[in-house]
């Protein structure tokens, strides 16, 4: 675990991805207190993967860019990972665009 304290970014693109597979991501990420890129681009993530992103942003508190076009969220999918974002990601001296 201490090894991927270091990790800047995770790249799990192009991977048929499904929502089944977030928690195993989370907990990767989790593990990763330096990173600030995760990419999960190109997947089959849907509506039901979204509660895993409010643990990984209240764990991954440096994160700064999460990529997730081509993925099969819907409006309120999107919706509701940005409100996940907005509470609990730092507020103060954020690089992001929240």
């Known amino acids: 675990?201490?090894?991927?304290?270091?990790?800047?970014?995770?790249?799990?693109?192009?991977?048929?991805?499904?929502?089944?597979g977030m928690p195993a991501v989370t907990e990767l990420c989790?593990?990763?207190?330096d990173l600030r890129i995760l990419k999960l681009f190109n997947n089959q993530l849907d509506d039901e993967c979204v509660?895993?992103?409010?643990?990984?942003?209240?764990?991954c508190q440096l994160i700064e860019e999460v990529h997730?076009?081509?993925?099969?969220?819907?409006?309120?999918?999107?919706e509701a990972i940005v409100?996940?974002?907005?509470?609990?990601?730092?507020k103060e001296g954020a690089s992001r665009p929240l």
């Open 83 to 90: 409100a996940a974002a907005h509470a609990e990601l730092p």
């Open 51 to 59: 509660a895993d992103f409010r643990q990984l942003f209240r764990h």
């Open 68 to 78: 997730l076009s081509h993925n099969n969220f819907t409006h309120k999918g999107v």
């Open 30 to 33: 989790c593990k990763c207190s």
């Open 1 to 20: 675990a201490e090894e991927l304290a270091k990790y800047t970014e995770v790249d799990l693109s192009k991977n048929a991805l499904t929502s089944s």
